[in-house]
């Protein structure tokens, strides 16, 4: 996966739009249209201890999650990237989806605060690599310098 450019086309899709709900619908389609063997790609909003779903490709989702609670809630309480090979396995896990094996969340910060995660599932065990935590960030943070 060439995560350079997908970090460079995010920044295309989302140069000049100073709306975070147009910038995270646009960079979850391109996650889910590009990223192979996922199938969940949005981000959760925060809103005080509460993360509220927010844009995202794949089946209906949970809505509300606390802070802590699940790795959604767990990635944004820690304000770090967790992966989880086996969900079923992550004590907490919030399950939305019984097809999905494997997440990715990484927290959206900016100027110092996160405003929202990115979640990923897939519906193999251990989807995520070294490399994607590194190229997922990077992605992330380029998206994160469109939002306001």
């Not at 590009?34 to 949005?42: H, K, Q, R, Y």
């Not at 699940?70 to 396995?89: D, Q, R, S, Y």
């Not at 896990?93 to 605060?113: K, R, W």
Request: aromatic residues 8%.
């Amino acid at each position: 996966m060439d995560y350079q450019l997908l970090a460079e086309q995010v920044l295309s899709v989302t140069n000049n739009v100073k709306n975070n709900i147009t910038n995270f619908a646009n960079a979850s389609a391109l996650l889910f249209n590009t990223l192979p063997d996922i199938n969940w790609a949005g981000f959760y909003t925060a809103n005080g201890d509460v993360l509220e779903l927010g844009p995202f490709q794949g089946k209906v989702a949970c809505t509300l999650i606390p802070k802590g609670k699940g790795v959604c809630g767990t990635a944004f309480a820690l304000g770090k990237t967790i992966v989880v090979p086996n969900v079923h396995e992550f004590k907490g896990h919030i399950a939305c989806d019984s097809d999905s094996n494997s997440e990715i969340v990484i927290p959206v910060i900016v100027n110092g605060t996160i405003i929202a995660v990115l979640d990923i599932d897939s519906t193999k065990f251990d989807r995520f690599s070294e490399d994607d935590i590194t190229g997922l960030e990077l992605f992330v943070k380029s998206l994160a310098n469109s939002l306001v």
